[in-house]
């Protein structure tokens, strides 16, 4: 299996956030994306031939048990989940019925005590969500550090 996006193989779209109010210049946030552009980013895919595919349909076709359509596209989300945002991706990933895979830092989820007892967090319902609905969610990290500015016992 050949997943070289150069050759109209595998393409990884990533994305941090989403959200309806984005600055045209300057924004707070340089990775910000707005709903309407996002939707516009899904319309240039899908007038492109772009086909996006979910976690799974990449797993089973890197193990030999199906092949992907031709221009597979993966539609990743990082940081969450957001208490607003997470909503609204989803409900324009639905409009278009297309498969995303969510990324989440573990300290928006709860938190792990000194004991080890994990306590959720009401946006853990949020990750539920999710999988229940079928996208796949993974770990992002537990509090999203920046590691080129951390040292010592915090590493």
């Not at 969510?102 to 300290?107: A, N, P």
Request: glycine share 10%.
């Amino acid at each position: 299996l050949d997943l070289d996006a150069i050759d109209n193989g595998l393409l990884i779209l990533s994305y941090h956030d989403i959200r309806d109010q984005v600055a045209a210049k300057g924004d707070a946030d340089s990775y910000a994306v707005s709903t309407q552009n996002f939707a516009a980013h899904l319309d240039w895919l899908g007038a492109h031939g772009y086909h996006p595919v979910s976690l799974s349909q990449l797993i089973e076709a890197t193990q030999g048990r199906a092949t992907l359509p031709p221009k597979p596209v993966l539609l990743t989300f990082d940081d969450g989940p957001h208490k607003a945002y997470t909503d609204e991706v989803v409900a324009i990933l639905k409009r278009y019925d297309v498969p995303g895979v969510f990324f989440e830092v573990g300290r928006n989820l709860g938190k792990v005590e000194a004991d080890g007892k994990v306590s959720l967090g009401p946006m853990a319902k949020i990750s539920r969500n999710l999988m229940e609905e079928g996208y796949a969610v993974g770990n992002h990290s537990l509090t999203h550090a920046q590691l080129s500015r951390t040292t010592g016992d915090a590493l």
